[in-house]
């Protein structure tokens, strides 16, 4: 199955070097490549691509904001930020604003093109670097006095859910699509996704990457 891939880069020598690199994987070919912003948007809508590469620093509209347009418009496509940002605040809006995986334009090609695939099959990634970031984002909000920043606090997370709902959400952060989870689990994809939902209410999270990045902490 081929994946069809979007890429959001204002620099042109980085962005035309990654559609060379992703044009000699046989399973992807690169449907367009957007210079700022807004085109990502606008070339996401038409082009409806499985896979936006998202830098974040970009002109006309950032790549938080555009994540977060693509991703409430377009569920099906998975938004991977590729950024030189790395700082905590970053990374968090951007998780926040829906991306399912976060690296760093340093990372290998191979950690690419696996994440890439990984996206396709409905798994989210983070990097243990960037999954910390994102727990500590939580835990900072733990300290705030509003009771809903208590609930998302990872200490709260077992008192939280469930039995059946922790083991979901282990799996969750293991990359398991929701067809996967429903296989180990023996129970229908539906009802897997009920649960997704139900656990995402109760920790106040956005997107499953949010819940991954909860789950590190109960697998320790």
């Known amino acids: 199955m081929t994946i069809r891939i979007l890429i ?10 990654a559609a060379h690199l992703l044009s000699l994987e046989p399973d992807m070919v690169v449907v ?31 790549g938080v904001a555009a994540t977060r347009e693509i991703t409430q418009s ?23 604003a829906g991306a399912q995986a976060y690296l760093l334009k340093d990372v290998d090609e191979d950690e690419l093109l696996e994440t890439i695939r990984a996206l396709k099959r ?12 994102v727990l500590d984002q939580f835990r900072r909000l733990a300290d705030a006095p ?10 709260a997370i077992a008192e939280s859910l469930n039995e059946k709902e ?4 282990q799996l969750i952060c ?8 429903a296989h180990a689990t023996f129970l229908a994809e539906g009802t897997i996704k009920n649960y997704v939902s139900r656990i995402m209410e109760k920790l106040h999270a956005n997107t499953r990457t949010e819940l991954a990045a909860l789950a590190r902490p109960m697998r320790k």
């Open 74 to 96: 377009q569920p099906a496509t998975q938004i991977l930020v590729l950024t030189t940002l790395d700082d905590d605040e970053t990374v968090f809006e951007a998780v926040r």
């Open 146 to 155: 509003s009771p809903t920043a208590s609930q998302a606090a990872g200490g």
């Open 122 to 133: 409905g798994e989210s990634r983070l990097t243990p670097q960037i999954a910390r970031k």
């Open 8 to 17: 959001a880069e204002d620099q042109a020598l980085v962005r035309r070097g």
């Open 32 to 62: 367009g490549q957007a210079a700022n912003g807004l085109e990502a948007v606008e070339m996401a809508r038409a082009l409806q691509p499985d896979v936006v590469l998202m830098d974040l620093h970009m002109p006309v509209k950032g």
């Open 166 to 169: 922790e083991r979901i959400l």
């Open 174 to 181: 293991e990359g398991m699509s929701n067809r996967q989870i």
